[in-house]
């Protein structure tokens, strides 16, 4: 007979362990996708915000977010399909490099301060 108490580790038996302590590190292959996916989300919550109102209030509202830059001259409303496959594609390998980069460098960091 086995007196393991690991068999039974579900919330009805009551030996539920506490989760473990979480690591120093991180890991850049999470971090990044979090941030591609980030990214991703702010690149599809533009295109509703420009498929939803005026090129005017468009205007107002990039010129707000961007502290007084005129974005009313260069701003495209009607944008090619192509067009926006690239760019989400370009934002998330570029969020999830930013990630990883961040991670690799915090981990660099965390490991030359336990020394």
Known sequence: MNTDT??????????VR??????????????GL???ATGVLFYLGCMLTMATVSHDKAVVFFNSLLHGLDVGPILKTSVPVPQVALGLVTTFVLCWFAGVLI??????????GRE
């Open 6 to 15: 690991d068999q039974n580790d579900s919330p009805a038996s009551g030996n």
């Open 18 to 31: 506490p989760p473990s302590c979480p690591s120093l590190y991180l890991n850049p292959k999470y971090l």
């Open 34 to 36: 979090a941030f591609g």
């Open 103 to 112: 991670a690799g460098i915090y981990n660099l960091g965390a490991s030359l």
